[in-house]
C-alpha cells in the first residue's frame, strides 16, 4: 500500500498558478490527482503511466495542467495554470489501485 502526502494547495486569484506537490512511498502502475469540489463528486484530473510515460488529463484542465513525476525524488506534481474559481476543489493525490493522498484544498476567488 504506497503512502501519499500531498501539498501546495492554497488561495490564488483567477488567472494564477499553483503546483501541487504528492511525496510517495513507491510507485504504482498508475498514479495521479483527483479532484472533490464541495457538493459534488470525485473527478479525475490527470494521470500518467509509470510504464510507458502516457498522460491522461480532464478535458476541463487540458492546456492548463501538467502532471509530472521526478524518480529519483518518489515525487509527483499537478502544475496548475490559468486556474479558474471552478478549479476550486480539495485535490487528492492518488496510486492505483487504491491508494489516496489526505488531500489538499485549492481555492481560486
Known amino acids: 500500500h504506497v503512502q501519499l502526502v500531498e501539498s501546495g494547495g492554497g488561495l490564488v486569484q483567477p488567472g494564477g498558478s499553483l503546483r501541487l506537490s504528492c511525496a510517495a512511498s513507491?510507485?504504482?502502475?498508475?498514479m495521479g490527482w483527483f479532484r472533490q469540489a464541495l457538493g459534488e463528486e470525485r473527478e479525475g484530473v490527470a494521470a500518467l503511466s509509470t510504464r510507458d510515460g502516457n498522460l491522461l488529463y480532464a478535458d476541463s484542465v487540458k492546456g492548463r495542467f501538467t502532471i509530472s513525476r521526478d524518480n529519483a525524488k518518489n515525487m509527483v506534481y499537478l502544475q496548475m495554470n490559468s486556474l479558474k474559481p471552478e478549479d476550486t476543489a480539495v485535490y487528492y493525490c492518488?496510486?492505483?489501485?487504491?491508494?489516496w493522498g489526505q488531500g489538499t484544498q485549492v481555492t481560486v476567488s
Open positions: 513507491g510507485w504504482t502502475d498508475c
Open positions: 492518488v496510486s492505483a489501485p487504491n491508494g
